[in-house]
């Protein structure tokens, strides 16, 4: 029994096999969301989940250069900036960093796990 074919294959979208009826189901059925999913190419994935976690990484990354502006800033002109608000943006960028970094290594213990799964 093949499970996936090449066929099936679109970029990083792969058509789910049902082995029940019952697994998958939505308003549409599940052949339908999923065929959905596959004729929309590579550009469907990423306005949902895929467009989220970018974003997500996104402001991440937003926080990490406030607060490195805010550092230098501190540095080239001690009186323009309240160190208080420099502290505030370190924190809330170490913040960040450190949920992203669990949130990975969460996702990746997940992955893991259902891999191992036989």
């Known amino acids: 029994m093949e499970l996936l074919s090449t ?3 679109f970029g990083h979208v792969v058509e789910l096999k049902r082995t029940d009826p019952r697994h998958l189901t939505s308003s549409q059925g599940a ?8 004729a929309a190419g590579p550009a469907g994935p990423e306005d949902g989940f895929g467009k989220l976690l970018f974003d997500a ?5 937003n926080l990490q250069h406030t607060s490195l502006q805010a550092a230098e800033a501190l540095i080239a002109d001690p009186d323009s900036v309240d160190v208080h608000d420099v502290t505030i943006a370190m924190a809330e960028a170490n913040l960040a960093l450190s949920m992203t970094k669990t949130v ?3 996702a990746i ?3 893991r796990e259902i891999i191992s799964i036989r």
């Open 7 to 9: 066929n099936a294959a």
């Open 31 to 38: 052949a339908g969301a999923l065929g959905a999913a596959g």
């Open 57 to 61: 990484l996104g402001t991440v990354n």
């Open 104 to 106: 990975l290594d969460r």
């Open 109 to 111: 213990r997940a992955y």
